[in-house]
């Protein structure tokens, strides 16, 4: 218990809505909301709980495996910081002027039930986009305010996940069309954060 204290006891509340800010911009569940009833349609279970509970998992196992594998490789978390950056600045490109640059797997699956799993926590919510953003920032926060900044972030996403018909139904497609607008310029401006930011301090 003391340890836990410890641990969370390092906890900058600026630092947490940051970068709850910067990764509910990424992880977007408001946007993502069109794909969850297109699945529900084509006869796809969805139990939010455990799209939650698994994409919680996945994130903070490369949370606190990432850098390692980053040293196994021998990159310095500067220069992924830049490459990340670079790689959101695509994604946050896609959700502003709604092009499509990261070609996304078909969301057909042969195992019943595993919706829940697959896509949605992996690769939708858990994916690539989320593993680069994590690891990117963590040169600039720490991994305290980072794993209250997730559970913000996966309590966010169940209750779209479990209001999804209620949001569609009043705050309508336009709505949604402007968060994810708004979300996009955020994470536009962060990417170039992480990316001049890392800049300076390697030259």
């Given at each position: 218990?003391?340890?836990?204290?410890?641990?969370?006891?390092?906890v900058?509340i600026?630092?947490?809505?940051?970068?709850?800010?910067?990764l509910?911009?990424?992880?977007d569940?408001?946007?993502?909301i069109?794909?969850?009833?297109?699945?529900?349609?084509?006869?796809?279970?969805?139990?939010?709980d455990?799209?939650?509970i698994?994409?919680?998992?996945?994130?903070?196992?490369?949370?606190?495996?990432?850098e390692?594998?980053?040293?196994?490789?021998?990159?310095?978390?500067?220069?992924?910081?830049?490459?990340?950056?670079?790689?959101?600045?695509?994604?946050?490109?896609?959700?502003?002027?709604?092009v499509?640059?990261?070609?996304?797997?078909?969301?057909?699956?042969?195992?019943?039930?595993?919706?829940?799993?697959?896509?949605?926590?992996?690769?939708?919510?858990?994916?690539?986009?989320?593993?680069?953003?994590?690891?990117?920032?963590?040169?600039?926060?720490?991994?305290?305010?980072?794993?209250?900044?997730?559970?913000?972030?996966m309590?966010?996403?169940?209750?779209?996940?479990?209001g999804?018909?209620?949001?569609?139904?009043?705050?309508?497609?336009?709505?949604?069309?402007?968060?994810?607008?708004?979300?996009?310029?955020?994470?536009?401006?962060?990417?170039?954060?992480?990316?001049?930011?890392?800049?300076?301090?390697?030259?």
């Amino acid at each position: 218990m003391e340890a836990i204290r410890n641990f969370f006891g390092v906890v900058d509340i600026w630092q947490v809505l940051s970068s709850f800010i910067f990764l509910i911009a990424i992880i977007d569940p408001f946007g993502n909301i069109p794909v969850t009833i297109a699945m529900e349609k084509r006869g796809f279970k969805i139990h939010a709980d455990k799209v939650c509970i698994a994409s919680l998992v996945i994130l903070m196992a490369f949370l606190f495996l990432g850098e390692w594998i980053l040293k196994l490789f021998g990159v310095q978390i500067e220069y992924f910081a830049i490459a990340g950056g670079f790689v959101i600045l695509l994604m946050a490109l896609e959700m502003i002027l709604d092009v499509t640059i990261f070609q996304n797997d078909k969301l057909e699956s042969e195992v019943e039930g595993a919706g829940s799993i697959v896509p949605l926590a992996f690769p939708m919510y858990a994916g690539p986009g989320a593993f680069t953003a994590l690891l990117a920032i963590t040169a600039e926060y720490s991994i305290a305010s980072l794993c209250v900044s997730l559970l913000l972030c996966m309590l966010v996403l169940y209750l779209v996940l479990i209001g999804t018909n209620w949001l569609t139904k009043y705050l309508g497609q336009t709505a949604l069309y402007i968060i994810r607008k708004f979300f996009g310029i955020i994470v536009l401006a962060i990417s170039c954060k992480l990316m001049f930011g890392n800049l300076a301090a390697i030259f």
